[in-house]
């Protein structure tokens, strides 16, 4: 299904990414799920998107919260049927600049919000978009998902097997009637990349990330992954024998600075 998209549901709303999308979902005869860990933040998104004429609902939910998550978008689609799933909340973290590990919960977490967040956000409302014929999901992983960075381990393993998750989706949601799209963006302005100590090649703005995503989840594409420089650098490295993916990736150097709450 492409648009117009009427009932959407997006995580991680409360600022970045989320929060650009959700303005540019909001419209008359559009009602949005927004979920978020930040209620004041939430709140001011919803302001925008109600200020667009959008019906709103709110759900402070931590996505890792498995069935709480799955009353309130099975509640919110009883009221709306969902066509249009966003799953994009999302946090990173990374190991100290001089340990060799980030340690168990810190890498841990990562997979659960990232991941089972966004698993815990598309599996509660497949069964009704399988049933009603129509709909698209799109995940939002990184293009980190396409090879290891060793300063952020955990968040590429979340971002990997979030990317095969919905690649696995696709063909197997396909003769429902369902659409997937998973997306893979480098760098853009976000309180994510605030954190991010080190280069940000090609960074750009969330507006422009947003409108990129935007266009891709609208015209039913599979893919969208951007920008085509690191993307291509990065399926390089691993495609390459590992002794040159691996000295490629020593030379790129970060830390992502700790954060107590979601980024998204």
């Known amino acids: 299904m492409r648009l117009p998209f009427r009932a959407v549901v997006i995580t991680g709303?409360?600022?970045?990414?989320?929060?650009?999308?959700?303005?540019?979902?909001?419209?008359?005869?559009?009602?949005?799920?927004?979920l978020g860990r930040d209620r004041d933040r939430l709140n001011q998104t919803a302001d925008a998107c109600e200020a667009k004429s959008a019906e709103v609902r709110l759900g402070t939910i931590d996505?890792?919260?498995?069935?709480?998550?799955?009353?309130?978008?099975?509640?919110?689609?009883?009221?709306?049927?969902?066509?249009?799933?966003?799953?994009?909340?999302?946090?990173?973290?990374?190991?100290?600049?001089?340990?060799?590990?980030e340690g168990v919960e810190m890498a841990s977490r990562q997979v659960r919000v990232n991941l089972l967040g966004a698993i815990n956000t598309v599996e509660p409302l497949l069964p009704a978009l399988c049933r009603r014929g129509r709909g698209r999901i799109?995940?939002?992983?990184?293009?980190?998902?396409?090879?290891?960075?060793?300063?952020?381990?955990?968040?590429?393993?979340?971002?990997?097997?979030?990317?095969?998750?919905?690649?696995?989706?696709?063909?197997?949601?396909?003769?429902?009637?369902?659409?997937?799209?998973?997306?893979?963006p480098g760098f853009f302005d976000s309180p994510m990349t605030d954190r991010f100590d080190g280069p940000t090649p090609f960074l750009i703005s969330t507006a422009a990330a947003a409108r990129l995503v935007k266009r891709g989840i609208d015209r039913g594409q599979r893919r969208v992954s951007f920008p085509w420089p690191l993307v291509f650098g990065l399926q390089f490295c691993n495609l390459a024998p590992a002794v040159i993916g691996d000295a490629i990736m020593r030379r790129y150097r970060f830390h992502i600075r700790a954060v107590a709450a979601n980024d998204g």
Not at 151 to 169: I, T, V, W
């Open 13 to 34: 709303a409360s600022s970045g990414l989320g929060a650009a999308l959700a303005q540019a979902y909001a419209g008359p005869q559009t009602a949005l799920a927004l």
């Open 63 to 101: 996505v890792e919260n498995a069935p709480a998550m799955a009353k309130w978008l099975t509640e919110f689609d009883r009221d709306h049927p969902v066509d249009l799933i966003v799953a994009n909340a999302g946090t990173s973290a990374g190991p100290d600049p001089g340990s060799p590990s």
């Open 138 to 184: 799109a995940v939002i992983a990184s293009i980190a998902a396409y090879r290891g960075l060793p300063d952020s381990p955990g968040y590429c393993a979340s971002k990997a097997g979030l990317r095969a998750y919905g690649e696995a989706l696709r063909p197997r949601l396909a003769r429902y009637g369902v659409g997937v799209t998973i997306v893979c």
